[in-house]
């Protein structure tokens, strides 16, 4: 069964992890924190893989350059109090937790420079998610690029749809850390990967999209751009909760035109703007862009912009997009790159806003060879309502794209059916990491297929036709395109 096969690739990437002592009893939550957190140099030399932190935690004196600045009476490394300060403070975190008060269970999740746990919390038994960090090696500049996704996430406080930032832990040597956050069960992704096509009814669309809405609007209002909106990114509760998760590329929503990276969001969910080589960018209206390529690919049961290069990215935009107006947004891109060039004069930039070249990625069609708007007829089988709000988020001009808030109050939302909650329980846990590792088990070693189960044990929508039940119809015009499972 899929269940059965996914739970077989946790496990298998369980056997990865190295995990600290079995929980044996309950401690108290303060028997773990650190007092002072620096280490002598005969500590150092002493220290072993002890902490849960794993092997990652041998760490050469020439590695813990960067982090071996003095720490503050709190206990906190000083580039996290240098860093993000005001976040602990804020949190009225004193000190930092051992790292070793923490049990890895399963791997879920695999980034550049970080990876994702089920863990537990050895003082309570509590089940949470440690996102390992590993810091040996990065100059200041790369920490407080680290730093940053603590300073946001205690900017947004608490907020249903996101997801919540319990504590912060440091290992024994400071050369990795965990970030601890609320465990949840699935992600969108995962869950799209294992289900039943169109197993997903239409009020259950509704509010898995009001709640990504819901979180974008909040992070806007809050002054934070997320800048990575994807499925993997949305977590799931059994209960159908949903959180944007993963700050790692947020950011403060600059006061004035400041430089910024381009080399952010996931390719297929990029925005045109990106893609044509914005510098200074309305962060709301690319998280806008995303989150209508995600409530398009609820509806649609695919990604809708599976592109494999920049080149054919924009390409696929243009073609269901329209060209129109793009070299009018070119142009105003072209200036605003310009006027940064000459505003910058060499000064430092922000940690992680490098320019990583800033050009076009492709060249915007000339007006005989432009492409004309082909989002309605490739979405005709979408509701009248879902379809204009997906028409007015995927927009080629920022300038004129829906904000989020804007977006939540848009008819879809209001009209029949109304938001019906989704309990996937029955689903064993489903991230898109363990599921990509399982379908890579049964094509490379022959284990059990990834088995599709129905998102609703009682039904779906079956997407013959839109009618009073609220399902949708599958168009049979327009074949949808190809998952690349190994891109994206």
Known sequence: SASSTVANAAAAACAET?????????????????????????????????????????????DLVALEDAHDDSGWPAWIERHAGDAIRERRWLEPRDMQSYRRLDKVGQGTYSTVYRGQDLTDGRVVALKHIRLANMDDDSLEFMAREIDVLARLGSHPSVVSLLDVACGKTKSSMYLVFEYVEHDLAGLLSVAEKHSLRLGQVKRLASQLLSALSHCHARGVMHRDIKGSNLLVSDEGTLKLADFGLARRTPRGMEPLTNRVVTLWYRPPELLLGARAYDGAALDAWSAGCIIAELLHFQPILPGRTEVEQLHRIFKLCGSEGADGVASRIELQNRALKAKAGGGKKSAGEEDEGGGSAVGV????????????????????????????????????????????????????????????????????????????????????????????????????????????????????????????
Do not use: C, W
């Open 365 to 488: 069609p000339s007006p005989e060879n432009a492409y004309r708007r082909a989002v309605h007829e490739k979405f005709e089988s979408f509701p009248p309502d879902a379809l204009d709000l997906v028409q007015k988020l995927l927009v080629v001009d920022p300038l004129e794209r829906l904000t989020a808030a804007q977006a939540l109050e848009h008819p879809f939302f209001a009209n029949e059916p109304r938001e019906e909650a989704l309990n996937v329980s029955h689903v064993d846990p489903a991230h898109e990491y363990v599921v990509r590792r399982a379908q890579h088990m049964y094509r490379n070693y022959g284990a059990p297929s990834v088995q599709k189960v129905p998102l609703n044990e009682t039904g779906g929508g079956n997407y013959e036709h839109v009618g009073a039940r609220g399902i949708l119809s599958k168009s049979p015009k327009y074949s949808p395109p190809k998952r690349e499972e190994e891109e994206g």
């Open 18 to 62: 190295v995990d600290a002592p079995a929980l044996n009893h309950v401690q108290p939550r303060n028997a773990h924190r650190r007092s002072r957190l620096s280490t002598t140099s005969s500590e150092r030399d002493r220290s072993t893989s002890n902490d849960a932190g794993s092997s990652d935690e041998h760490t050469s004196d020439n």
